[in-house]
């Protein structure tokens, strides 16, 4: 079934009938050539460009849950491409590419919005620092503007210019930086697979692999064993787990990170802003609803539920900011499990077990990633060798000192 304005009226006029399932519910097969683990934004993406881009056939996707009940479905949806380091500015340029094009690719409406993101900027220092950034994403090919506090104030006229904590000086602005919506993601991408022959197989955990003389043969799951040529695993706060399974003990932690939604308000903020002198970072819904985070909760935990102390916290970002937020009510928030890593930045790699692959520690900055996250491991799959953009994504980088620290605090995952 395709999608289009044709496909719209035509139901509307008889009565909605036509519409079919996104997606099949097929069985396990014995054995496929490539099982991902992991039905979230980054598995489903990467078996769909499996086989869109690769041409790869008997593909399964194997997800415990229902799709989008991990971070794909938990995230406050931000997309964007502001990084400063060479190692991660053209991969998330590239994935901001892929999002411009994301809905024509997978005929699905994800609601992508180039609305624009704004850094704020408070201090002289900050503001050469993001002047630096600005340069960098440039020389990247991605967009950048430094704004002023005047031509801030025409475009955000809403925050607390004249009697702040923190004064605000000035943003630095990536335009073409936006929202999606972020289970329209994954159903996309679910859909996009399926229809290229991908079996996504929901209620499937995998519990094991099974490895011989250092090859990879399948995985144990709880719908039986299934053999595979290649497993690539993609289970973002899940990793240490899943990979432990196989004998491997990761540079990563898993941290909760919550999210936040008020009541449903008249359209007030035009894109996404984050804070510069704290942790806080909002937009607005096209349903109305303010959507917003901070910092996570800073201490090791796989419960996909939050503490209280992070959620003032939060609102007292909020509150410095913009202070009107406090006349908001707070409609809903939930948890999710992050994958931080020690440096911050992601891993997309071959392990030292024959035909097993992984992709995670994505922090909480993998939902902007899941398009070139899905493009560059499909490719290391059905390749062998690294993506161009994903090259500095080693997992012995750690042991051989090329870590890719964009924000300086050292190997503290609870700080990245
Ligand atoms: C509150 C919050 C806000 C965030 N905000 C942003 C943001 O604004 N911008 C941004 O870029 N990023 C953001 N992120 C981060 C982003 O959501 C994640 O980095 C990204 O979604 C992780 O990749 P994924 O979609 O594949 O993960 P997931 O959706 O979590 O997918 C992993 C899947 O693996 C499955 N799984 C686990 N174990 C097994 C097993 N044994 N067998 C089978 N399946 C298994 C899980 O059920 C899950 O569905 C945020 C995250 C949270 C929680």
Known sequence: MKF??????????TGHK???PLWRDPEPQSDYDIVIVGGGGHGLATAFYLAKSFGQAR???????????????????????????????????????????????????????QRGIINLIHTDAQ???????????????????LLSREELREKVPFLNYDNARFPIKGGLMQPRAGTARHDGVAWGYARGAD??????IQNCEVTGFKIERGKVLGVETSR????????????????????????????????????????GLKPTIPGVITFGAGHFYISQSDKGGLVFGGDIDGYNSYAQRGNLPVIEDVLEGGMALMPMIGRARLLRGWGGVMDMSMDGSPIIDRTDIEGLYFNGGWCYGGFKATPASGYAFAHLLATDRPHDTAKAYRLDRFAKGYVIDERGAGAQPNLH
């Open 195 to 200: 229809m290229r022959g991908v079996d996504i």
């Open 224 to 263: 039986g064993f299934i053999g595979a040529k290649k497993v690539g695993v993609a289970v973002a706060g899940s990793s240490s787990r899943v990979m432990s399974m196989a004998g491997m003990r990761l540079p990563i932690e898993s941290h909760v990170l919550q999210a936040f939604v008020s009541e």
């Open 4 to 13: 289009s304005g044709f496909k719209v009226i035509k139901e509307a006029l």
């Open 18 to 20: 036509g519409w079919t």
């Open 127 to 145: 503001r050469d620092a993001y002047r630096r950034r600005g340069n960098a994403m440039r020389f990247a090919g991605a967009d950048s503007v």
């Open 59 to 113: 593909i399964a996707v194997l997800e415990k849950g229902w799709l989008g009940s991990g971070n794909i479905g938990r995230n406050t949806t931000i997309i964007r491409s502001n990084y400063l380091l060479p190692g991660n500015e053209p991969f998330y340029e590239f994935s901001m590419k892929l999002w411009e094009n994301l809905e024509q690719e997978t005929n699905f409406n994800s609601m992508v919005s």
